[in-house]
């Protein structure tokens, strides 16, 4: 039943999935900047979610947290549910660096994003993927 | 050994406390606008907090949530950690309305708070409280 909202198919490149999320990376290269997506048609709220679902979501997005912190060691992480827009829900997890173009404000309409290079693209998902790959229920 | 961030008790009213976090009401009548803040010191990330620390955030997060939706009917609900201007972990849970001064954009950082009367703050506590009251571990 789930399909991904078109606007993150286009402005994200797939990591993989969790249990409950798929795992997207957004193309501005300014930042670590992943998004989890719960494979659930029709939620846009994180507490519409059944318990169960909550609990897992928890766990997905302490080691998407946690794989920010480790690899890009960030200043700072944002972690955010909006979807003013896109009402699929989405939870942004941004690692933020005080040398970051809009640091310390919000990342959301900055709008100066700058697209991966394919190199760029392939070298960043092939290390965050390794990383989760040590997480029993992350596949790509 | 916790003490609430001075910025945040400039900002915000008390409005009571959950097991684990302070929970606070931002001073800006354009939006119901609730922050969580966890009585632990010196943690400024989610997954930082002991694992039950989080199952335990996520109970009052959620209650937040839906006190939010159940008194102010907003159209989208806003959740977010951000944090890099004041360090100690604070949760925005925000009611947003398509009729609000800054939608479909965040909230942050768009200057125009419009601070609460006297009448509305006492009306406004008073609505909160008596909603959460409901719940075994909220007192004020």
Redesign the interface.
């Given at each position: 039943m789930f399909s991904l909202n078109e606007q993150l198919g286009k402005d994200c490149f797939i990591v993989g999935e969790f249990t409950l999320c798929e795992v997207l990376l957004l193309n501005d290269v300014n930042f670590p900047w992943l998004i989890l997506v719960p494979k659930v048609e029709g939620v846009?709220?994180?507490?519409h979610l059944t318990e169960s679902q909550?609990?897992q979501f928890?766990k997905e997005?302490?080691n998407i947290?946690?794989m920010i912190?480790s690899l890009f060691k960030p200043d700072?992480?944002?972690?955010?549910?909006?979807?003013?827009?896109v009402?699929q829900l989405h939870i942004h997890h941004i690692g933020?660096f005080e040398s970051d173009p809009c640091?310390?404000?919000?990342v959301?309409?900055y709008g100066k994003g700058i697209p991966y290079t394919d190199q760029q693209r392939d070298d960043t998902l092939a290390r965050i993927r390794n990383f989760l790959s040590d997480l029993p229920d992350f596949t790509y």
């Open positions: 846009s709220e994180l507490h909550q609990q928890l997005s302490g947290a946690a912190e700072k992480l944002n972690i955010a549910a909006i979807g003013n827009k009402r933020r640091w310390p404000e919000t959301w309409g």
